[in-house]
């Protein structure tokens, strides 16, 4: 041990007595307890690694910072609005995405944008349980899928006393049997392997009732019935390595909102405490800490992205 460094690290200063040892390139962090850490901002050398283990130091040093590292990811929607930020998250963080929609041309260019070596695009209509099952078994036929978005589906906005039975069936396929579909075929291989991430796309519709997006009762319905599959399974499959997590998004920021007029955007905007939409980078965000280490003990939640709209 060099001769200015004392027990458990601790370095004297001629100036301030003993304080703990500072490398080069590391930035100076306390625990709320007090302990001191470090976080490298470079990559260590190996001999700075050992430096900070044999001296204790060693609490915090994260040599990547990228949290999906190594993980492969299915995302449904995929080349929707909000599927398309996610993707480009899960990648930038360390993910391979696997990119469903029933829309192949943009599932396409998506991939070919994230690179064939990280991305690769599936259409399927979702819908459709034997053709999912085709579809999805040949993707994981070499590798299993370790995060699973739910994120298909759209809203129809029709006055309840004016709705079909076939939109009504449409929109509870489009949002809550694309879900079943999906999960239905991927669970297993989460089971098997006792790791997995579920994360499910709701919307605010489903726990405001309706009352925050009118006359979409049906789209409503769908989405309250992701609620409830995303809770009724995180405590079926809850000590066998998978969560189940459920997004409630409110408005969101999506090129389809720029449509609105002035007005109309007042008038929401008036409505949500914050004053803000939701970003979609935000939204791919908290899909990422839902799949992160950080997330494990985390499951069975409804999570409203929605500037306090909902309370
Ligand atoms: N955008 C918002 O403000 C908002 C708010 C709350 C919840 N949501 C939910 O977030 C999700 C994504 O929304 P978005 O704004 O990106 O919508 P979007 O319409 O841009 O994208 C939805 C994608 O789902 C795909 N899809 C629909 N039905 C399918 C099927 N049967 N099979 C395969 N793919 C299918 C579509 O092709 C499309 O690419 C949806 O579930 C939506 O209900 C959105």
């Not at 993910?95 to 259409?123: M, N, Q």
């Not at 040949?138 to 699973?148: H, N, S, Y």
């Not at 906005?157 to 694309?178: G, Y």
């Not at 955007?265 to 008036?270: K, M, T, V, Y």
């Amino acid at each position: 041990m060099p001769s200015n460094v004392g027990p458990h690290g601790r370095m004297w200063s001629r100036n301030r007595g003993f304080r703990r040892a500072r490398l080069p390139g590391c930035v100076k962090r306390h625990n709320v307890d007090g302990r001191c850490t470090q976080e490298m901002r470079v990559v260590p050398s190996c001999a700075s690694v050992l430096f900070l283990k044999r001296y204790k130091l060693f609490t915090d040093v994260r040599t990547d910072m990228r949290r999906l590292q190594g993980k492969r990811a299915l995302v449904t929607g995929a080349a929707g609005a909000l599927g398309q930020v996610i993707c480009r998250r899960l990648v930038a963080e360390g993910a391979d995405v696997v990119i469903v929609d029933l829309a192949r041309d943009r599932a396409e260019a998506l991939a070919a944008e994230l690179g064939r070596s990280r991305a690769e695009a599936v259409a399927v209509d979702l819908t459709d349980f034997d053709a999912v099952g085709e579809a999805l078994t040949a993707v994981q036929r070499e590798r299993g899928v370790d995060i699973l978005v739910n994120g298909a589906g759209g809203g129809a906005v029709v006055p309840f006393a004016e709705l079909d039975a076939e939109t009504w069936r449409t929109q509870l396929s489009r949002n809550l049997d694309t879900v079943f579909n999906v999960t239905r075929w991927v669970l297993p291989g989460m089971l098997d392997r006792r790791d997995g991430r579920i994360i499910n796309i709701a919307s605010i519709a489903a726990v405001s009732g309706g009352r925050l997006v009118r006359n979409a009762s049906a789209y409503a319905t769908a989405k309250a019935g992701v609620v409830g599959l995303t809770k009724a399974l995180a405590i079926e499959v809850a000590d066998r390595g998978v969560t189940v997590n459920a997004l409630a998004p409110g408005a969101q920021a999506t090129p389809g909102r720029d449509q609105d007029s002035a007005e109309r955007r007042a008038a929401l905007l008036d409505q949500i405490p914050t004053r803000l939409l939701g970003e979609p980078e935000h939204l791919a965000e908290a899909i990422v800490f839902l799949a992160s280490p950080a997330a494990v003990n985390i499951t069975g939640v409804i999570l409203p992205l929605d500037g306090g709209h909902s309370i």
